[in-house]
T-cell receptor, first 115, second 114 residues
Framework: GDSVTQTEGLVTLTEGLPVMLNCTYQTIYSNPFLFWYVQHLNESPRLLLKSFTDNKRTEHQGFHATLHKSSSSFHLQKSSAQLSDSALYYCALSGNQGGSAKLIFGEGTKLTVSS | DPKIIQKPKYLVAVTGSEKILICEQYLGHNAMYWYRQSAKKPLEFMFSYSYQKLMDNQTASSRFQPQSSKKNHLDLQITALKPDDSATYFC?????????????FGPGTRLTVL
């Protein structure tokens, strides 16, 4: 079945350093949708990035990611971490192009940024 | 104004009881979902509905029953509650046609079963 793997459960960074959170996936669908959701403490998940185009960089709020179908990856990056980036980050996959398709989430990566 | 309303925000129940979690969305979406998040598991898909019809069910237990009385409502009835049902339940919605299928999440209902 479809699955998403986030290898880092916890990432701790100093403010100003670059961020890279890994995400790989497995799916039977040839045109999956990939998403990054961010969840701050006591809040609900909020969409950060999305992509379904191979090798095209997508950016939002200083974060960026590129879907690479050849390596089944969708890593999240940011050039300089901020204290406010501390949150739980989920990579998610939707294999079906129908709008009622379920999101399959990875285990999540907790990012902690300190000064 | 919140676009997805979930009620109640917090819910405490005793083992064996029954509860209904309410979800209403005012985004004009035609697909709605339930997800569960607990300490043991990350975000986990439960159900999806499209135009008030069940599309996908990943919940093994029949104790969980979604109910769609209106096109922008998707409630979740849970019977015979167990302590393992303790989790935060998120309702989400998306536009099925003409959209990019991104899902928007409600604020969640935190359920504690004693």
């Amino acid at each position: 079945g479809d699955s998403v793997t986030q290898t880092e459960g916890l990432v701790t960074l100093t403010e100003g350093l670059p961020v890279m959170l890994n995400c790989t996936y497995q799916t039977i669908y040839s045109n999956p949708f990939l998403f990054w959701y961010v969840q701050h403490l006591n809040e609900s998940p909020r969409l950060l990035l999305k992509s379904f185009t191979d090798n095209k960089r997508t950016e939002h709020q200083g974060f960026h990611a590129t879907l690479h179908k050849s390596s089944s990856s969708f890593h999240l990056q940011k050039s300089s971490a901020q204290l406010s980036d501390s949150a739980l980050y989920y990579c998610a996959l939707s294999g079906n192009q129908g709008g009622s398709a379920k999101l399959i989430f990875g285990e999540g990566t907790k990012l902690t940024v300190s000064s | 104004d919140p676009k997805i309303i979930q009620k109640p925000k917090y819910l405490v129940a005793v083992t064996g009881s029954e509860k209904i979690l309410i979800c209403e969305q005012y985004l004009g979406h035609n697909a709605m979902y339930w997800y569960r998040q607990s300490a043991k598991k990350p975000l986990e898909f439960m159900f999806s509905y499209s135009y008030q019809k069940l599309m996908d069910n990943q919940t093994a237990s029949s104790r969980f029953q979604p109910q769609s009385s209106k096109k922008n409502h998707l409630d979740l009835q849970i019977t015979a509650l167990k302590p393992d049902d303790s989790a935060t339940y998120f309702c989400a919605s998306s536009q099925e046609t003409g959209g990019t299928y991104e899902q928007y999440f409600g604020p969640g209902t935190r359920l504690t079963v004693l």
